[in-house]
């Protein structure tokens, strides 16, 4: 039997993985998934998903998460001296204790940058811009508000 014969025949016994589109979570993330992109380039005009991110977006999401730390120990150290928090979501966490608080604050964080990872080309309400614009605005986002604790933190000293 030539192998293009047995190729043949093991293609009509496996499923077509091409017949539905990828999942916006697969095992292909969580372990040797190729695709970074579309194959096509007409394919690269249409929300897609891919199994593979670039080291650059790992690096950005790895700051947002850092930063939002940092921003949750520059409020409780701000509000130990008589700040209080403006946001009312987490508020009512701190409502539990500081514990509570930094640990809402993570998860809450990771699961919206998740979120945001698994659909970064997916473009936002019909436009023409996708997700992935949103990293940066987040991440500067969060160095102004980091900024300004610091100010605070130096200024009431």
């Not at 809402?104 to 699961?111: D, F, H, S, V």
């Amino acid at each position: 039997m030539s192998k293009r014969v047995f190729s043949q025949e093991k293609r009509k016994t496996t499923k077509d993985r091409r017949k539905k589109p990828t999942p916006p979570v697969s095992l292909y993330s969580l372990s040797n998934g190729h695709r970074k992109t579309p194959r096509r380039k007409s394919d690269r005009w249409k929300n897609y998903f891919v199994d593979r991110y670039s080291r650059q977006i790992f690096a950005v999401v790895l700051l947002i998460i850092a930063m939002s730390l940092v921003d949750a120990l520059f409020t409780l150290h701000l509000l130990r001296r008589g700040a209080a928090e403006i946001n009312p979501v987490m508020a009512h966490f701190l409502e539990y204790g500081p514990l509570e608080f930094l640990v809402a604050k993570y998860i809450l964080t990771c699961l919206s940058v998740l979120l945001l990872l698994i659909y970064k080309n997916v473009y936002l309400l019909n436009s023409r811009v996708r997700a992935k614009y949103l990293f940066a605005p987040i991440a500067l986002v969060f160095t102004g508000v980091i900024l300004w604790e610091v100010f605070l933190i130096v200024s009431s000293n």
